[in-house]
């Protein structure tokens, strides 16, 4: 046997363990546990108690060697900023500024709530955190107009994935981690598709109220007064943003120093609007149960990772993939379709910690590392904006898997927070917008300009 025969035994008892409800992060640790007390037992002549014993040493070690990481501090930082800015009534301003402005466009409240929850990513970390709120503020709304409950509900799911990949994104920090990409630069570079994104899922609203009205009214009747009194309310999250950007892109604060930046402007503004402390409670309970999930994942996962490392997994694809006799952009059409299909059995950031140690390597070898002229450097970029370029591509596929039936996480939160909704209605509701998910990323495939011009001009 050979160690890549074991790797492919293990994985499949992972991917059974994770399918019949096992969470990932202790499917992972588990398997990854197993496979480094057997590789070293095995491959490693040491015995099963010394290769136990080594296992022991490297799943306490690497964990904590990586979770120790000042950037990780990122993620708990963008996290506390969207509970707050909840708490503090900052997305309710938010919505009520964009239903004023663009009520009156076809499917006029879809297109507000899309457009207001890419504001609330702006401050929000987590696509989960940003779908419950909307789910409490924009679907009664809708539903008191008349809009369709399944068009409503798939409007928030749908809307709440922008958080992935508009910063502050916790998604984005964790990919930053595991490929070793710059974090400043990764996160300027999810503004502009972030943009893209929440454009063209307002151009299928548009485009699906035009085809059939029923699914809601518009809403008209502001005036210019009206509409210009609700923008005032958008400021503190628009200062979060600008003060998060300047910070980052002057080098005047480290990315982790301006998300704490960024919770310190919220917690103050939110301080100053009457925050009560049992409000403030609360924001902080939501901030760190979501934190600690994220935390456990990314902790089971690693020791997997390191275990793939030892097997030498990633090497064995790399070489295996980039011999292939098809072209680099059929070979990453096809790693994207396998995120399609790991989204509807994973969370997102689950399945992006357990499949870039093995997936990253390979598009960075298509691209030709790091000197461009090379001929296979096919992508035409230099390894930097390539990592970048891939990781704005997979953290978007990573949104699909939050729409997407059976796990559809988005779904499920929407249907929990609003029980008139069924999930199945959700989930029917959310279904147009995978098409719109297809779209930018043919997008990003065809101009990759979009992913990296911040970066290069601000980074």
Not at 242 to 263: D, H
Not at 270 to 293: F, N, P, T, V
Not at 329 to 358: E, H
Not at 395 to 407: D, G, N, Q, S, Y
Request: glycine share 10%.
């Amino acid at each position: 046997m050979e160690p890549i025969h074991l790797v492919l035994i293990l994985s499949g008892v992972m991917l059974a363990l994770v399918f019949a409800g096992m969470r990932v992060a202790f499917a992972a640790a588990l398997i990854g546990f197993v496979g480094l007390t057997l590789h070293f037992a095995i491959f490693k002549d040491k015995g099963l108690w010394d290769g136990m014993m080594t296992a022991i040493n490297i799943a306490g070690l690497t964990p904590h060697s990586k979770l120790a990481s000042q950037t990780l501090g990122l993620i708990p930082t963008f996290i506390v900023i969207g509970f707050l800015a909840y708490y503090a009534g900052l997305t309710t301003a938010l919505f009520e500024a964009a239903k004023r402005w663009l009520g009156w466009l076809p499917g006029g409240l879809g297109l507000s709530t899309i457009f207001a929850t890419a504001g609330f990513a702006a401050v929000s970390g987590a696509s989960v955190a940003t779908s419950a709120v909307f789910a409490r503020i924009a679907i009664p709304e809708m539903l008191r107009l008349g809009y369709d409950k399944r068009f409503s509900a798939g409007v928030v799911a749908a809307g709440g994935t922008l958080a992935s990949l508009i910063p502050p994104s916790a998604i984005l920090v964790v990919y930053a981690i595991i490929t070793e990409t710059s974090v400043g630069d990764l996160l300027l570079a999810g503004f502009l598709p972030g943009l893209v994104s929440a454009l063209i899922y307002g151009a299928l609203i548009i485009g699906i109220a035009k085809v059939r009205p029923s699914v809601g009214p518009t809403v008209t009747g502001f005036t210019w007064k009206q509409r210009f009194a609700s923008l005032p309310g958008t400021l503190p999250i628009l200062f979060v943003v600008f003060v998060i950007i300047l910070s980052i892109s002057t080098g005047w604060a480290t990315p982790t120093e301006a998300g704490a930046l960024g919770a310190f402007v919220v917690l103050a503004v939110a301080l100053l609007r009457g925050m009560k402390m049992g409000q403030l409670r609360d924001a902080l309970m939501e901030a760190a149960k979501l934190s600690a999930m994220i935390f456990a994942m990314i902790w089971g996962v690693l020791i997997f990772v390191r275990y793939l490392g030892f097997a030498r997994v990633p090497m064995f694809l790399e070489n295996w993939i980039v011999g292939l006799d098809q072209p680099a952009i059929v070979i990453l059409l096809a790693v994207l379709g396998v995120y399609v299909l790991l989204g509807m059995f994973m969370d997102a950031i689950g399945m992006l910690i357990l499949t870039l140690p093995i997936t990253f390597p390979v598009v960075m070898a298509l691209n030709g590392g790091d000197d461009v002229s090379r001929a296979d450097s096919v992508f035409g970029m230099d390894g930097g904006d390539a990592s970048i370029w891939f990781g704005i591509l997979v953290v978007k596929m990573a949104e699909l898997c939050l729409i997407t039936p059976p796990i559809g996480l988005n779904c499920f939160v929407v249907a929990g927070v609003r029980p008139e909704v069924s999930v199945q209605d959700v989930f029917r509701g959310a279904s147009p917008f995978f098409i719109a998910d297809v779209a930018t990323i043919a997008v990003l495939i065809a101009f990759p300009q979009i992913v990296l011009f911040l970066p290069n001009l601000l980074g």
